[in-house]
């Protein structure tokens, strides 16, 4: 192996496609050289990377020869096409969409918690989505502390998780109602400004967004723990670019003490403690957005329960809940001499 | 008894007096004659009713002679101060601030829920926290499908719980930070626009704010429940008038059905049903805002417990989480012969 990287990205011009690149010049990440792919309509599109224009190129299934290692950020449907000519070509793709992540086959993976279930050889490696990612962050280090039973999570989501176009919208459409003008939905559903709403993707029939049951079912599957119960509830709040999450952990036995929780969270990688009850500063998006850190904050013991803590979590959707959390799998793979 | 009222209201100038003002005149309330009470620095405001000019006079001891029924919104040091005088002089008052609203010999009362908690001749009678107040119109009806157990809820509130100018800094920080210009909080204690954080008061020695607090225990005592377990986390979001809140309740034996619990809200003063799963068309602020009832949606079985439910409620902070509650309070006297 190489220990500068033929790279690709799928999805370049997105809100995530661009995150790639910034992270790629800031971790210095070992880039011997880059495609930038995207869909027909983003083709021919200049991107700049280390001071070079780069023209995005439009996908094609032989796109991928010569590729080591290829990020997909392009949706479910693009990944589902296109993976498999990537994997033929050799490439270790890390995929950025739902597509497999609940394939049993393909390990779905946040570094901190469970780079180990990648299993020697396999070059397809899912990236949870970012609702979990974050949520996570702030409930695997717990159960050091104790076996978890049960997660009860409301999420305050921002406008980045339904990309680009959907943060532009927020902007113009708050624009727009602040000059006394008619606010209208394009790419959301609903109004946005100074509004928020459910979580707008299909409910199923037990009355679960889509959002929702991912979150369950992916967290389930990164902590290993197929039967953790955990209550959803996905929220849209007019935020630009970071998700907060309100989340309740029940253990079985006692509940670990405040300092208990504060130290494991002190000790571990990938979240910055912000629990300052004095000045009452807590894990705020503003401060989140641009951090590859998820923050962790509101500790304290559930009074409702005897076993349960509370504590709020905030983390870049678009860095540790997506592109960040991608290129950290790669960066452990070549650490581990397996890319 | 007189079938028409010598009314003043206190705190007239702020953004839960103008709400009076406007559901005296919507809802034909029996006003003989109006009397607009504020600081010093308030005083000699001009507001209108019913076309005619009232202008605003600065609060004294003796502002209460010959007043039927007051109504109190000027902080709880205010009203500490006056709702003796005002008692003295025979007015019936509706204390809007958190001033009395634990004092056991003083009603907390959300009408459609305790009215009965009201005694013979009691005339100081406290109107609930906002939050409080709509989580209840959410939870005080599911009582008859079973005994609650416990509440879990996290809220997503608006601006207008911190007063009118909180409501201004939100829209002209939000101004200023999509003409690229700087945030700056002056009114809140970080910044607003685009941005969320933990409701700004202060954080006790279990790390609970004031305003979680509140909802703790006023919900306790609205309810009779004094022992029951109520989980809470509150936050500000960037959204002007209503609050919304995610509530989980876990009932002792089994779940209702969904169907159970729609049919409840269906048949439940105040509260109306927006659960559209198949359109994703839930409770929203800016359906909520203007808007008496408290919305409800998002009705689910919670996955991660035996015998607990889900669902969203929107309300606004402003009318059923102040004005309106406090209106409908004394309605509901003067139809029972009692004021």
Redesign the interface.
């Known amino acids: 192996m190489s220990s500068q990287y033929h790279v690709a990205v799928l999805g370049a011009t997105g809100a995530v496609g661009q995150e790639f690149l910034s992270l790629f010049e800031s971790r210095d990440f070992p880039v011997r050289s880059l495609k930038l792919l995207a869909s027909a309509r983003s083709a021919g599109t200049q991107m700049r990377f280390k001071g070079e224009a780069v023209v995005v190129e439009e996908i094609k299934p032989e796109s991928f020869e010569g590729i080591d290692v290829a990020f997909f950020s392009a949706g479910a449907s693009r990944s589902k096409e296109y993976a498999p000519h990537a994997l033929r070509a050799g490439a270790t793709v890390i995929d950025n969409s739902s597509a497999f992540r609940m394939d049993p086959s393909v390990p779905l993976v946040v570094p901190e918690i469970n780079f180990d279930s990648i299993g020697e050889g396999q070059r397809l490696i899912a990236n949870p989505n970012c609702s979990a990612i974050i949520m996570l962050m702030g409930v695997a280090p717990l159960r050091k502390l104790g076996k978890i039973e ?3 999570v ?1 999420t ?1 989501q921002s406008a980045s998780g339904a990309g680009a176009s959907a943060m532009r919208e ?2 113009e459409q ?2 727009a109602v ?1 000059a006394g003008k008619p606010a209208e939905p394009k790419v959301m ?3 946005y400004a ?5 979580h ?4 199923n029939e ?4 889509d959002e929702e049951w991912k979150v ?1 079912h992916e967290s389930r599957k990164i902590l290993g723990m197929p039967d953790l ?3 959803a ?1 996905c ?1 849209r ?4 670019r970071a998700h ?1 999450e ?1 989340i ?1 952990v029940e253990f079985q036995g006692p509940a670990p003490t ?1 300092d208990e929780v504060r130290r494991v969270f002190l000790e571990s990688e990938g979240v910055r403690l912000v629990d300052d ?2 000045n ?1 500063v ?1 894990p ?3 401060d989140a957005s641009g951090q590859g850190d998820v923050l962790v ?9 005897p076993s ?1 803590i ?1 504590l ?1 979590v905030v983390g870049d959707q678009l860095l540790k809940g997506a592109a960040l959390n991608a290129v950290q799998i790669a960066e452990k793979l070549m650490a581990a001499g397996r890319l």
Not at 194 to 198: A, E, K, Q, T, V
Not at 237 to 240: D, T
């Open positions: 049960r997660v009860i409301s305050y927020l902007e708050t624009k602040l559903p609903h109004v100074f509004n928020l709403f459910s707008n993707t299909a409910i037990y009355g679960y967004n369950i119960r955990i209550n509830t929220v709040v007019p935020v630009l907060s309100s309740t405040e009850r004095e009452n807590f705020m998006p503003l904050g509101r500790i304290r013991r559930d009074l409702s329960h349960a509370s709020f």
